[in-house]
């Protein structure tokens, strides 16, 4: 069920004709409050904001940055109790993917909240954006680069970014289509549910037009992203063995702040940080004895490689993780290779149906019969 | 190193296995093959565990970081269990760990599960045998060699 509907761009102001959109959305349509990206004062980033007075909504929806998973900031107004009153969530295509997989841990009701999906041009790094070398605004310059399709904006996104092949939101209610459309004149605006449908015949939007091009610019979108995908893969499979792996991760301090960004993991107490990792000095000593020597904090690879355990199988690669990385680990180069293998062998989609289980709460009879048999 | 000497180095080497037993069958596997008389290689240490459904990747992550050149984990036959499906998740969950240590070439071949069941002290004994002749082959740990970890 898909009902195409165009929002036509006033005076080429395309963020601007969209935050109209949403206003309609807000003050007409039933809907208690939106959770949107809007510009904090000193225009530096972009938060999720949850604004319910239409006359403080200055969403700025296409804006090229993620500080926070806006996933889990739903998981944060959801987790203790549904909502009894309905709310939007404008939401990248990564972040409801991950909503989806927070969904079936529990960690998310979905109940009464509107998703309002974006077409993603991909997002800088907070600090990219904060000090933006053009001293323009990013947004304008995101969509000027989309617009005359000059490639100026790739070389400042961030790596998650640049190797996604999901750029066009799938599970929401509400699509704002940017591909394959003439974005100074008109956006797609495309109702996937029957929820979505009826919030958007509140608004006056034109319908009927044809949108047959939209499909072949996202699929030739989707095929130029593959192939810089699996270009990726291939080269950072590469590192093999023990001594690489553990110089990769020479500068991690153990702070945890990839833990802590990741929207997968959600756990209060983490494993990696609670007191099964106190000892008595003695056992220092005695480890330091067996080596000669050892480095403190201790149990770097530990936590990279049991977290990546723990949540590898719903990565949905937005690279939150890598972005808060104070000593700038390149955390893609592990975890998108680790997640397209593992997700491979389990035949699992993170994001894509919120009925799949995740596969380490199922098991089938009659699979890998040959592991503890030989 | 000529080969005689790797050789030579290889005998010296008596490989460390952390093995962590179901309660239920693998332990009690154990227990028979040491009251049947039943000799094998000493050099599993043996904990046990309520399931193997209940040993999480950091156990066996941890004991591999640490140096062990060795991670058995030993459940009931599958169907077995005493939980009834503790070890159908510990199989898939052993699946995922090694295909990750795989990602990274981080020797995945020192991770072994086997299910055992309480009557068969005689397989218990027969694959610590095995394992300890693999590990023997494999050589020690590279890790315990990394302090940087």
Known sequence: MMHHMILNVKDGDVSGSVNEMLKHLLSSAGIEALLVPQAVPSKKTVFPVLISDPKKLHADVFAPVLPVSTAAMVSRMTKVQPSSQPFGVVMHP????????????????????????????????????????????????????FVKKTNDSEKYLRTACSVCTDMVPSNADIVIGLYGMDVEHEILIEAHTEKGKKLLEHLQLETGKD???????????????????QMFIKEKSGLKGIALFAEFFDTCVNCHNCKTACPICYCRECLYESAVFDAEAYKFLRKAQTKGLLKMPQDTLLFHLGRMNHM?????????????????????????????????????????DVAEKIPMIVYREDEYKEVGEK | MTEEKKEHNKEEFEPRIVGFLC?????????????????????????????????????????????????FVGGCHPGDC???????????????????????????????????????GQRFAETMRDMTDSIRKLGPNPIAKQWNI
């Open chain 1, 94 to 145: 990564c972040q409801i993917r991950a909503l989806f997989e927070l969904a079936k841990l529990n960690q998310v009701k979905l109940d009464n909240v509107v998703i309002i999906g974006v077409d993603c041009l991909g997002t800088f790094s907070v600090n990219t954006y904060a000090s933006f070398p053009e001293k323009q605004n990013p947004t304008l310059f995101l969509l000027e680069s």
């Open chain 1, 211 to 229: 949108v047959n091009h939209r499909e072949t610019a996202v699929k030739t979108v989707h095929e130029h992203q593959l192939k810089k995908y």
């Open chain 1, 312 to 352: 590898i199988l719903s990565c949905v690669k937005c690279g939150l993780c890598e972005q808060a990385c104070p000593n700038n680990i390149l955390l893609m180069d592990m975890f998108i290779p680790a997640a397209e293998r593992t997700q491979k062998e389990f035949s699992y989609h993170p994001g894509k």
């Open chain 2, 23 to 71: 309660n239920w069958c693998s332990y009690a596997g154990a227990d028979l093959a040491g009251t049947s008389r039943i000799q094998y290689p000493p050099n599993v240490r043996i904990i046990r565990v309520m399931c193997s459904g209940s040993v999480d990747s950091m156990y066996i992550l941890r004991a591999l970081l640490e140096g062990a050149d060795g991670v």
């Open chain 2, 82 to 120: 005493h939980y009834l499906d503790g070890n159908y998740k510990a199989r898939r969950r052993m699946v995922l760990l090694k295909t990750i240590l795989e990602t990274f070439g981080l020797e995945s071949e020192r991770v072994w599960i086997r299910w055992i069941s309480a009557s068969e």
